[in-house]
């Protein structure tokens, strides 16, 4: 801890706590080593039953023991809670829980459904617990990450990113095994699950793909999609479980594409835009297409960064900062001062080691990028024009025929991967 931090972590926790107060119903749970809940600010304590039942929580505790970045874990009706560890010398001392709360929060109808086929014991609870529920916090998935960082800051004095947290979305049917601690006849689940080692060999494949920036991934790409795309649900809400899924897969796959070099100071504002888009979509066909969209630019950037491994560092640094800012207007002016080179000393140095003109790189890493949005999205090409700083889209067509051998939309209609 920082030697000017005096509070302690329960009183920084308790300061989070009040913080959290004015933004809505937050509670904060405490567990031990052994998962016995110490104290909590909620006063209906089935919501802890829930998570507790569950079982994400068994592979909870188990991370806890060996890991300590953040966990955040999902439960029926897309319920969402967050871990923070609190290690000692001898190992974890406590768990802290945040949550839960939601990312979209399910109509009644949708609730009642889980409950249906239940034992009249659980009948009887159920409208004061949807009641409780429907109270609950709704934000979107990148909110409850910042909040899950701020606590892990609160218990641990350590900043992280969103790419450190760990998700897991296992299987979970908590509430027809909640009960009320009687011997009830559960109700048949008969959902089909993916095998968990082929769902894993498959997000391998797929980060692998990203982290060596391999161009031919789309020709495996089906195959791994088939895996990940079976009967498996994390919640009632097709959307919802779209969103979570394609959440874990953008944070993996920043990962992996700085683990192939590329700058973090690239990779952290797309993945957090990636996230906001998804959390805003409103259909499982536009979150399927911003995953496609992340996933080629990412493994697009690792390649390009490959490429790099020759050039000095200021001229990797202007490489990067170009194509952190596709969609931004750039010139040879700014980039020398950025550097600190004169205009005419940068653009000498550049043409010597990239073997092109800085408005040429420009004009590739643009149309690069157009190529990525006619595979992966609808936007029309007049959008992806505009988008991309072209002007005219006669300009852009030309540009795009002459650096890639067709015009933009025989391109589209030959690449399409969705």
């Keep these: 801890m920082p030697g000017e931090n005096t509070m302690t972590i329960d009183e920084r926790i308790g300061l989070f706590t009040e913080l959290l107060s004015c933004q809505g119903e937050y509670y904060l749970w405490s567990y ?131 790419s450190d947290i760990t998700l897991n979305t296992g299987i979970i049917d908590v509430l027809s095994r909640a009960g009320n601690g009687e011997d009830e006849e559960e109700a048949p689940d008969t959902r089909e699950l993916p095998d968990r080692n082929r769902v894993y060999r498959a997000e391998q494949a797929l980060l692998t793909f990203v982290r060596q920036g391999d161009l031919q991934y789309k020709e495996a790409l089906s195959g791994i999609a088939s895996v990940f795309n079976g009967k498996q649900k994390l919640s009632q809400s097709s959307l919802q479980h779209s969103k979570l899924s394609q959440v874990i897969i953008i944070a993996l796959a920043s990962r992996a594409a700085i683990e192939g070099g590329v700058s973090p100071e690239i990779i952290y504002p797309r993945m957090d835009a990636y996230i906001q888009d998804v959390d805003n979509a409103k259909a499982a066909p536009a979150i399927t297409e911003i995953g496609m969209t992340m996933l080629d630019d990412f493994i697009h950037l690792v390649h390009a960064r490959q490429m790099q491994d020759n050039y000095s560092k200021p001229i990797r640094s202007c490489c990067d900062y170009i194509e952190a800012n596709l969609e931004a ?57 505009d988008k991309l700083g ?18 933009p939309a025989q391109w589209r209609n030959e690449n399409k991967v969705i």
């Design 32 to 162: 031990d080593a052994e998962g016995n809940l110490l104290s909590t600010n909620c006063s209906y304590l089935y919501l802890d039953i829930i998570l507790r039942r569950a079982n994400c929580y068994q592979e909870l505790l188990e991370y806890a023991r060996t890991e300590s970045m953040p966990m955040i874990i999902s439960a029926s009706f897309g319920l969402l809670w967050g871990a923070v560890m609190e290690r000692e010398e001898e190992g974890l001392r406590r768990i802290h829980v945040i949550g839960p709360a939601f990312t979209q929060l399910p109509d009644r109808k949708e609730m009642e459904s889980v409950l249906r086929g239940i034992s009249p014991a659980v009948r009887r609870w159920s409208p004061k617990l949807i009641r409780r529920l429907e109270a609950l916090p709704v934000v979107t998935f990148a909110n409850f990450c910042q909040r899950v960082l701020m606590l892990h800051y609160c218990v641990n004095a350590e900043h992280v990113q969103i």
């Design 329 to 385: 207007r750039l010139s040879i002016q700014d980039l020398a001062s950025r550097i600190g080179y004169t205009d005419y000393y940068l653009s000498r140095k550049f043409k010597n080691e990239t073997g092109m003109s800085i408005n040429d790189y420009i004009k590739h890493a643009r149309i690069r990028r157009a190529q990525t949005l006619l595979t992966t999205t609808d936007l029309s090409i007049q959008e992806i024009t």
């Design 390 to 407: 072209f002007g005219a889209r006669s300009f852009f067509a030309e540009t795009f025929k002459q650096i890639v051998g067709v015009p």
